[in-house]
């Protein structure tokens, strides 16, 4: 098996079995047949990145029906805004500045450059949500992007000064060509800017329901710091992020234009300490994973025998690693509520557990639930204050089974 950015040896440290597509939701009675491929994860001993072991086409995970709304949280609302306005006082300061964003989803980060009158592109391959973004006011182009996608934006719309990318970049396994896309189209003083779940936040947490289908890579400092001097980059910032269950944001500028930010060393080093691309590190996080499996299905189990009402909250698309990877069904997880509506009426892949819509967790409240979108848990425990004064106990699994009772 060789690494899909430098051909190097893959050492594989964790598996996960046959996994559906993480967004494909069953309609209940079709009998048509469901998408499984291998989920398993490794490490690239020459280049440190980790990285699935099979890719699953992107037209099977990116199409018109995407589901996944960036504005669907009030924190992820604010995230992106914020960063959009960090933009437009610190990059897109020069003459008729202009931006673009991989994979800008419904808008939310670019309908704010849009409304500042600043030149903006959104390149995103996902037709439903790119609707949405235009329906925002912000530009869009209906596509994939590699290097032939840059050398069109660059004719028709003159260099960027900043290219961004947010959970998108990890999406995609061809990395070669964004990276000479971007040295296309940046303008030579300009950045790339990219955020994606950090490998250091899995480890650390064992979160490894962040590894599903649409997540081929989990960078590090230590892998995109060398990912970018193969093309002639260099990492000059990183900011880690509390979204998302723990991202870093990444700055890449061409080597010697910027300084790099003392972050960089500092979050370099620390790596090196956590010995974060050991493959001893990686096997002790499989172990811990192992582990978390064998807990919640015996504490899952044990509830179905006791009588006790367990729902899942959030349909989420790492929710479809949890939930397949344990083996939990509607025998143990009645249903799971979710806000979006393509989502409702549908069965989780996989898994087949109905998803309802959230009002339904409170008709009436079950005794446990099973918190799967555990990456937004202040915002859901800050609304769902009724049910622990219904007596409610949430299920947690990350960074290991525990019960949150409020
Ligand atoms: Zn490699």
Redesign the pocket.
């Known amino acids: 098996m060789?690494?899909?950015?430098?051909?190097?040896r893959?050492h594989p440290f964790a598996d996960f079995g046959r996994q559906p597509l993480s967004d494909a939701f069953v309609i209940p009675g079709d009998p048509g047949e469901e998408f499984f491929f291998h989920l398993a994860v490794g490490l690239?001993?020459?280049?440190?990145?980790v990285?699935l072991l099979e890719e699953v086409p992107r037209e099977r995970m990116f199409h018109e029906g995407y589901p996944y709304l960036s504005s669907g949280s009030s924190v992820m609302r604010e995230h992106f805004q914020s960063l959009a306005k960090r933009l437009l006082t610190t990059e897109l300061t020069g003459p008729d500045p202009f931006v673009v964003e991989l994979g800008c989803n419904d808008g939310t980060m670019l309908s704010v450059v849009a409304d500042a009158g600043v030149r903006h592109l959104g390149v995103e391959p996902s037709g439903g949500v790119a609707d949405v973004a235009a329906a925002k006011g912000v530009r869009v182009r209906k596509d994939f992007f590699e290097a032939g996608t840059a050398a069109g934006i660059l004719a028709a719309d003159g260099p960027a000064d900043v290219v961004y990318a947010a959970n998108t970049l990890c999406h995609i396994p061809y990395l070669d060509s964004i990276m000479e896309g971007v040295d296309t189209l940046l303008r030579p003083g300009g950045v790339f800017v990219f955020e994606d779940p950090y490998l250091g936040d899995i480890v650390e947490r064992a979160s490894f329901d962040q590894i599903y289908d649409e997540h081929f890579y989990f960078f590090s400092a230590t892998?995109v710091s060398?990912l970018a001097r193969r093309h002639g980059f260099e990492l000059v910032d990183v900011e880690r992020l509390p979204v998302h269950g723990g991202e870093v944001r990444y700055t890449l500028a061409r080597r010697g234009a910027r300084t790099p930010a003392p972050a960089v060393a500092e979050l370099l080093a620390a790596e090196e300490a956590a010995a974060l691309a050991e493959p001893a590190t990686l096997h002790r996080f499989a172990a811990r994973v192992a582990d978390t499996r064998e807990r919640l299905v015996t504490l899952l189990t044990g509830l179905r025998e006791q009588g006790a009402r367990v729902y899942g909250y959030g349909a989420t698309a790492k929710s479809a690693t949890v939930l397949n990877y344990c083996g939990i069904g509607p025998e143990l997880v009645s249903f799971v509520c979710d806000t979006t509506p393509a989502k409702q009426g549908r069965l989780t892949p996989g898994s087949h557990i109905p998803v309802r819509d959230p009002e339904a967790f409170a008709d009436p409240y079950p005794d446990y639930a099973l918190l799967l979108a555990w990456n937004h848990a202040e915002e859901i425990m800050a609304k769902e204050t009724e049910f622990a004064r219904a007596g409610g106990t949430w299920i947690r699994y990350v960074p290991e089974v525990h019960l949150v009772r409020a």
């Open positions: 060789a690494c899909r950015i430098c051909s190097g893959l690239c001993v020459a280049c440190s990145t990285q892998s060398g």
